[in-house]
T-cell receptor
């Protein structure tokens, strides 16, 4: 399967500053999901992007899918200490299931670790 | 609604010993996944089950790893014998995955942190 590359690997910000992490691929992505993993925790689903150029917002979080579906970004406005954690993008590769539909195999990037200084 | 349950949460063993992890998915979820997450990396899929059938085990190191989901609910992942490089967090996830239109969200359990000495 293809790999998704995430940058930066680490980002440290002051509380109130903005933060952006990028997910890039050399080939066209099917769909993208974003997850957040708190330190010592497990990945928690944030959002799924399907359409070319799609933009979705969740409060201070803005998710974008590139027009060519080769990149995606997550932007956090005015970070808070509760935003600390690792943010992963994951490419969804469709896999046929036994019911005639599809499940998805997730291929995760390496993540961006965000730390916030209060 | 209870989430994905995994046990044990932590396991420390010596190399060459066997180890097993257990997962109980969210009730009603037909699809179950085992992932391995190394420090500083994203989760990597080991195996995916639809009910009791392993439909994607291409990344499972079959010489020492095995998994089962006999009744299509709980699942166990076993390593025998463990090697130093197996130290990682083993995550279980589940998704509804029913019918033609499967739900795409995967719900992860808390994981089992394995340390091989």
């Amino acid at each position: 399967g293809q790999q998704v590359m995430q940058i930066p690997q680490y980002q440290h910000v002051q509380e109130g500053e903005d933060f952006t992490t990028y997910c890039n691929s050399s080939t066209t992505l099917s769909n993208i999901q974003w997850y957040k993993q708190r330190p010592g925790g497990h990945p928690v689903f944030l959002i799924q992007l399907v359409k070319s150029g799609e933009v979705k917002k969740q409060k201070r979080l803005t998710f974008q899918f590139g027009e060519a579906k080769k990149n995606s970004s997550l932007h956090i406005t005015a970070t808070q200490t509760t935003d600390v954690g690792t943010y992963f993008c994951a490419e969804m590769e469709p896999r046929p299931n036994n019911s005639g539909g599809s499940n998805y195999k997730l291929t995760f990037g390496k993540g961006t670790l965000l730390t916030v200084n209060p | 609604e209870a989430g994905v349950v995994q046990s044990p949460r932590y396991k420390i063993i010596e190399k060459k010993q066997p180890v097993a992890f257990w997962c109980n998915p969210i009730s009603g979820h037909n699809t179950l996944y085992w992932y391995r997450q190394n420090l500083g990396q994203g989760p990597e899929l080991l195996i995916r089950y639809e009910n009791e059938e392993a439909v994607d085990d291409s990344q499972l190191p079959k010489d020492r790893f095995s998994a089962e989901r006999l009744k299509g609910v709980d699942s166990t992942l076993k390593i025998q014998p463990a090697e130093l490089g197996d130290s990682a967090v083993y995550l279980c996830a589940s998704s509804p995955g029913t019918g033609v239109t499967s739900t795409d969200t995967q719900y992860f359990g808390p994981g089992t942190r394995l340390t091989v000495l």
